[in-house]
C-alpha cells in the first residue's frame, strides 16, 4: 500500500485468489458505503484502489478472445 504509517516497521506479502480479492475489495467497499471507521477513511480508500487495480489487472489478463 502507498499509506505510510510511521509505526508501521514491517510488511507482510500475501498470496491470494481472485475470489479472496474481489470480497476483500466487496468488504471494504460495503465498509466506506456505511461509515465504518470514519477516521481511516482515506486509509480504507487506498485498500480499495489496489484492490480493485488487482481486480482490473485479472480481467486483462484473463481475457478470453473469440477470434
Known sequence: MNVEDPIDDWN????????????MHRLITFALENGYDKDDKVYLEEMQSQFYAMLLEYSFTHIERNE
Do not use: P, Q, S
Open 12 to 23: 507482510i506479502h500475501l498470496e491470494i485468489g481472485i475470489t479472496d480479492a474481489r470480497t
